[in-house]
């Protein structure tokens, strides 16, 4: 195929990110509907800021959209089912071997305060285990904050453990 799935054709991603104004990482819920899969383009269903992945349900925002896969990157496109303004976009550049920690730049408009966001997610076909979800694999680095400020823009190193 002309596009490459970084998450092996897996139903689920698991998603993490470190939210700051609430000082806790919040775990969110992605699934994809291989079944219905169109080329490169996948339906998808997310659960954000759930208690649990077994308790999804409980989820404070719900999207649909689609995981759209190229051979080098990936898009996750979400649209907010209760309030039509409010998108989401994940971006991932695809790793270029197996691994089970990909990550994306979340980007969206943030209602606490009202302004845009982008923050850094991990990203997984399988659960990980709490203990790997320290503050400081979620957050940007000393490096990654000189980075911006040199560059004026936000570039993630993907390499980063």
Request: proline share 7%; hydrophobic share 35%.
């Amino acid at each position: 195929p002309l596009y490459r799935d970084p998450f092996d054709n897996a139903d689920r991603i698991y998603m993490y990110y470190f939210d700051g104004r609430s000082n806790r990482t919040t775990k969110t819920l992605i699934c994809l509907e291989q079944g219905q899969r169109n080329g490169n383009t996948v339906p998808c269903r997310c659960y954000m800021d759930i208690p649990s992945f077994d308790e999804h349900e409980q989820c404070k925002y719900f999207y649909t959209g689609t995981a759209v896969q190229y051979e080098m990157i990936s898009y996750i496109h979400l649209y907010n089912q209760f309030n039509p303004t409010e998108h989401i976009t994940i971006s991932i550049l695809n790793p270029f071997h197996r691994t089970q920690l990909i990550w994306g730049i979340m980007s969206a408009i943030s209602f606490n305060p009202i302004t845009p966001l982008a923050l850094k997610c991990l990203l997984s076909p399988v659960q990980m285990p709490d203990v790997m979800l320290k503050k400081e694999l979620l957050t940007f680095s000393k490096d990654d904050v000189k980075a911006i400020k040199k560059l004026n823009m936000l570039l993630l190193n993907t390499d980063a453990p």
